[in-house]
């Protein structure tokens, strides 16, 4: 596997994970839940950090930029 697939499955990865947060929230309790809420969401912030720097990474590759 190479460095632009390995940069792919992750994003992919963190993509799928968005959705399954986002789903999760909706079907939590605004009231009851919201420590969970505000978890989920301080990790959602995270995982896009994540991807961005993926693609930081991938657009490096793209260009021809070695490590």
């Known amino acids: 596997m190479n460095p632009t697939d390995v940069i792919w499955q992750v994003s992919r990865r ?3 994970d968005l ?3 986002a789903n999760a929230v909706t079907e939590l309790h605004p009231e009851k839940h919201k420590d ?3 978890a989920l969401h301080e990790v959602e ?4 950090t ?3 720097i993926l693609e930081r990474l991938q657009r490096r590759y793209q260009a021809g930029g070695r490590f």
């Open 14 to 16: 963190l993509q799928d």
């Open 36 to 38: 969970i809420i505000d």
């Open 45 to 48: 912030l995270l995982m896009h």
């Open 19 to 21: 959705e399954t947060i």
């Open 50 to 52: 994540q991807i961005n």
